[in-house]
């Protein structure tokens, strides 16, 4: 996971300022627009076109598991390369440095993320019209998410992971979370193994019940998007979240209410209500929920 800087100044010591080549693509690093733990995103530019800027994802893989993460991210975003509505990855390569391994993620620059289009609103909430846009163009890049022949899980759809790209479509970025192990886990050391998964790759804030206590039995599966969503399609409408991510009891509970301000119709409400169904299996697919909103 990782923050956008707001400040754009050097706030890591990498690749600033220098040309790299990533497989055929020459780029200039400019600054630091975002950062993780052991990963950076940079603003670049096209050394032949300088005016076409990219954004470029510097991963540091320091063992088997975070390179694991990197190949299924690039695997992932190959497979949708060309949707309208996810984010296009440029160029990949990753380099062996020894002792770890570093991947180089070119994709586009996409220059305000949802979470900034909605803070430099204030309080100014979107009309119905608009939350139906921005939801509908994340609903398409779910859909094709969902509609390969083994379903791909994002697992951590959030408003932190929608972007605004330059042809003015809104996209879905950040897939090293994505799964397609969609399964009920009885083993207690299974378990353990995916409460640690869950906790490492998934955000509180948009974590479905099911991913909170494993002891329901329950399968995890896709429909984990289809809670992200409905958390998603609430944060858009009222610009906060729907459960206090910290708090176990009310997701467990669905512990949440719908203001009475800002007014959506029943169809917006009534789909929020839907995709927040404790039980997986009561929770539209997003064929259902795609149609509930055209």
């Not at 690093?29 to 300088?50: E, K, M």
């Not at 309080?123 to 390969?148: P, T, W």
């Not at 409905?230 to 858009?236: E, K, P, S, T, V």
Request: hydrophobic letters at 40%; aromatic letters at 8%.
């Amino acid at each position: 996971m990782w923050k956008r800087n707001p400040f754009g100044g050097k706030a890591h010591s990498g690749l600033d300022g220098r040309t790299i080549v990533v497989r055929s693509l020459k780029i200039s690093v400019r600054n630091v627009i975002a950062q993780g733990g052991f990963s950076c995103v940079y603003l670049a530019c096209d050394t032949v076109h300088p005016s076409k800027m990219y954004a470029l994802k510097h991963i540091i893989c320091n063992d088997s598991e975070s390179l694991d993460l990197v190949m299924k991210e690039i695997q992932v975003m190959n497979l949708l390369k060309g949707h309208p509505n996810v984010v296009t990855l440029v160029a990949h390569d990753v380099v062996d440095m020894g002792r770890t391994k570093e991947a180089l993620l070119v994709m586009e620059f996409c220059e305000k993320s949802l979470v900034s289009a909605m803070e430099s609103r204030g309080s100014g909430y979107y009309e119905e019209k608009k939350v139906l846009l921005i939801f509908r163009d994340v609903c398409n890049a779910v859909f094709a998410m969902h509609g390969q022949s083994l379903p791909i899980a994002h697992r951590d759809l959030k408003a932190e992971n929608v972007l605004l790209g330059s042809d003015g479509a809104w996209k879905i970025c950040d897939f090293g979370s994505t799964s397609t192990n969609h399964k009920c886990f009885n083993k207690p050391e299974e378990m353990g193994i995916e409460e640690d998964v869950i906790r490492k790759h998934t955000t509180p804030d948009y974590r479905a019940p099911e991913m909170w206590d494993l002891y329901r039995r329950e399968v995890i599966s896709e429909k984990v998007d289809i809670w992200a969503l409905g958390c998603l399609l609430y944060r858009i409408c009222y610009f906060k979240s729907a459960f206090d991510g910290e708090s176990k009891l009310q997701v467990l509970n669905g512990n949440y209410h719908i203001p009475e301000q800002p007014k959506y119709s029943i169809a917006v409400t009534g789909l929020i209500k839907d995709m927040l169904e404790a039980s997986p299996n009561a929770r539209p697919d997003i064929t259902q929920a795609r149609a509930l909103i055209d």
